[in-house]
């Protein structure tokens, strides 16, 4: 198994790891996050004193082609593979894809069920596979529904709390405020704002819990991971598991899978 960098470009920030094994589980050798106006420096920055040169990446980017150009150019500057992006398929990794339109679904979307669903089935102890809720708190919030036997049923895609302050802040003249708390009886505008936007994120979380319990007829597995993630974690109306390197997870779950074949 090759030494391995993985990507993971949202709307916000580009998250990136450093495997010795691309191997499920592996813990990263190095790890960082930049916000998207300081990819170009990754080559001379923190890309420069890497433990352990990366033989192979894999990544999966949702922020757009200029972006996508950008961090192969660092790519390129840095190492001597090729890039490899995730496109979201019909099926992968034991993962079936009910999207209307399979590769239109986002990739960080996919590769996080995948991983989530590699990590349920670690972690049920019969052996029956549960059906999972997986939700991303990033630049915008997705919440997703698997059934049991891994078939993606759908999802629902949020603004993030910046989006919705924004959008808040750009419609009304009466809306600009500091950051709040979040309260249950807000009796502050910064309060109102604040807890408006994290319950709104939990009552959509709440209710695909719901949609999945009916519809499988068994209590979801449900994990959140994302840049904030930790923000919503207290306002949790459902048991959740916080799982940080959900998307990591899913890149070494297929990073794995493709070298296994290609060994195989
Ligand atoms: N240290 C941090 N840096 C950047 N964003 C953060 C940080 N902590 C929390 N956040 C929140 O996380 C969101 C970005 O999460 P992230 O997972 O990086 O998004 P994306 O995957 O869309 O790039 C921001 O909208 C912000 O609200
Ligand atoms: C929904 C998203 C904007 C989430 O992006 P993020 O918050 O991770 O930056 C992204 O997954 C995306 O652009 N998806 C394509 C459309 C879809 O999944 O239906
Ligand atoms: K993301």
Redesign the pocket.
Known sequence: MPSLLAL?I????L?WALYAQAQPGSVPLASG?E?LDHIDRLSEGPWASLPLRPEAMIGCVVAGDAVRRRTEEQVEESFDFEPRWVVSSAAECGMVNGYDHPTRLGA?RWVAMIGARHRMLAQVADGLPRPMVVVM????VTVEAIDAEGRFLGGLILP???IMLRALESGTAGLHVPTGEVREFPTNTSDALTSGGTYAIAGAVERMVQHVRRHCGAEPACYMT???GW?MAPSMSVEFELVESLIMDGLLVIAGDRAARIAG
């Open positions: 993971d949202g709307n916000t920030r998250k996050a916000f960080d708190v990033g630049t915008a993030g709390h910046g994302g840049g904030a923000k």
